[in-house]
Each structure stands twice: as structure tokens, then as C-alpha cells.
């Protein structure tokens, strides 16, 4: 199985900035997608960003929704299978709860599967 642990929200000003992380663990034999969602209060879920990976390739592809665009980055760390959303000039409508998802292939399967974080809450306020 695959477990997802996220860490870095909080509570920040208007334009300030902040950092989740999104480290996958347990036995994993391939990632193909990294992905950020979030969840506001009395809205719908919205994905903020996507990295698709190629376990052949040292090259990433990442793609973001115009609302986040320019101001947020999704990265990873191969080695330590964790995926980082850096977010800049954070505003309060960007408050929400913030959500992983990995698809992975387990060790020992031949499925991939969607795997999600716990949720990070993170509160834009002055």
C-alpha cells in the first residue's frame, strides 16, 4: 500500500508565501502523476496543480489552472518520493483545505491506483 503524509500549511498575510510537502511511502514501484487539489469551504474541489513524471525520463511536465498560475509551483523530489507545492502571493481566497493525490503502482501489482494526503488547511488572513 501507499501512504500519503502532507505537512507545511498554516496560517499566513495576504501576499505572503508558504510551502506544502506530500511525502509518499510504503512499497511503490512507480509514480506517474503528482498532483495538488483544494477544498474551500462551500465549494467545490478545485485542482490547483499537476506533474506528470516518466520513470524514463528526467524531464516533468507540470500544469496549473489560470487562478494559480504564476503564482504557485509543483514540484518533486525523486529520491525521497515527495511532492512540494511552493505558493506565492497567497491571497484570501486561496484558503482552503489542500489535498495530494498520487497515482502509483504498489510493489507487486500490476494496477496503478489514486492515493490521497490527509489535507493541510491553509488560512490566507491579515
Known amino acids: 500500500q501507499v501512504q500519503l503524509v502532507e505537512s507545511g500549511g498554516g496560517l499566513v498575510q495576504p501576499g505572503g508565501s508558504l510551502k506544502l510537502s506530500c511525502a509518499a511511502s510504503?512499497?511503490?514501484?512507480?509514480?506517474?502523476?503528482m498532483g495538488w487539489y483544494r477544498q474551500a469551504p462551500a465549494k467545490q474541489s478545485e485542482w490547483v496543480a499537476g506533474?506528470?513524471?516518466?520513470?524514463?525520463?528526467?524531464?516533468?511536465?507540470?500544469t496549473y489552472p489560470d487562478s494559480v498560475k504564476g503564482r504557485f509551483t509543483i514540484s518533486r523530489d525523486r529520491a525521497k518520493n515527495t511532492v512540494y507545492l511552493q505558493m506565492n502571493n497567497l491571497q484570501p481566497e486561496d484558503t482552503a483545505v489542500y489535498f495530494c493525490r498520487v497515482r502509483a503502482r504498489p510493489g507487486g501489482t500490476t494496477n496503478d491506483g489514486d492515493y490521497w494526503g490527509q489535507g493541510t488547511q491553509v488560512t490566507v488572513s491579515s
Open positions: 510504503g512499497s511503490i514501484f512507480s509514480i506517474s502523476f
Open positions: 506533474l506528470a513524471t516518466d520513470s524514463m525520463s528526467t524531464d516533468d511536465v507540470t
